[in-house]
């Protein structure tokens, strides 16, 4: 069973930053695609950054130059550096991560965090 748990919400002024992190733990062979979304209230979930094993990276237009999204494979980590942070970016952040569980799997198996509140005051 894989686990991914997720850090580094909270409150934060217009224009402040807040680094987010998340760690999967458990037994699988490769995380492929580590992402991050986010949901606010009355919204759909969108994508906000996304890293590929081979380091391709997609990002929201709307924080483009803002956040940047890292992954650590040698911890099974990812991170999001939020800069320049508007009430706009106010939600709850989910990490995703697509992971072959084992060396013979061809599927790509999805798994989310639990979710961690960023609010951003004006």
């Known amino acids: 069973q894989v686990q991914l748990v997720e850090s580094g919400g909270g409150l934060v002024q217009s224009g402040g930053s807040l680094r987010l992190s998340c760690a999967a733990s458990?037994?699988?062979?490769?995380?492929?695609?580590w992402g991050w979304y986010r949901q606010a209230p009355g919204q759909q979930r969108e994508l906000v950054a996304s890293?590929?094993?081979?380091?391709?990276?997609d990002s929201a237009d709307s924080v483009k130059d803002r956040f940047t999204i890292a992954r650590d494979n040698a911890k099974d980590t990812v991170l999001l550096e939020l800069n320049s942070l508007e009430p706009e970016d106010t939600a709850v952040y989910y990490c995703?991560?697509?992971?072959?569980?084992?060396?013979?799997?061809?599927?790509?198996?999805?798994?989310w965090g639990q979710g961690t509140q960023v609010t951003v005051s004006s």
């Open positions: 458990g037994i699988f062979f490769n995380i492929y695609t």
């Open positions: 995703n991560a697509q992971i072959y569980n084992n060396y013979y799997d061809h599927i790509l198996h999805d798994y």
């Open positions: 890293i590929t094993s081979g380091g391709r990276i």
